[in-house]
């Protein structure tokens, strides 16, 4: 059973920077891929930065150039770099780990989510 957990969500303004950070357990980490979503009020879940076991990255459009993915084999943590923030940024944002890379599909293990608030 996979196990992850998120941390590094918070309040900020706009323009500001945080680090999203996802602890995994229970799988062989550097063999599976890593994937960080987000949903806000109202709307669906969203792929905002992917990441292959072979280091292989993925970003939504609307994050590309402010966002950076990046993963830790050997502590079994995948980071979210997040700069520049917008206010709609705004959203939880979920850790997500998988064998398959088609990243539009909702596949594999889910973290409990950790809240980022933009706000002025």
């Known amino acids: 059973q996979v196990r992850l957990v998120e941390s590094g969500g918070g309040l900020v303004q706009p323009g500001e920077s945080l680090r999203l950070s996802c602890a995994a357990s229970?799988?062989?980490?550097?063999?599976?891929?890593m994937g960080w979503y987000r949903q806000a009020p109202g709307k669906e879940r969203e792929l905002v930065a992917a990441i292959t076991s072979g280091g292989s990255t993925n970003y939504g459009d609307s994050v590309k150039g402010r966002f950076t993915i990046s993963r830790d084999n050997a502590k079994n943590t995948v980071y979210l770099q997040m700069n520049s923030l917008k206010l709609e940024d705004t959203a939880v944002y979920f850790c997500n780990a998988r064998i398959s890379t088609n990243w539009r599909r909702l596949d594999g293990s889910w973290g409990q989510g950790t809240q980022v608030t933009v706000s002025a």
């Open positions: 229970g799988t062989f980490f550097s063999n599976i891929a």
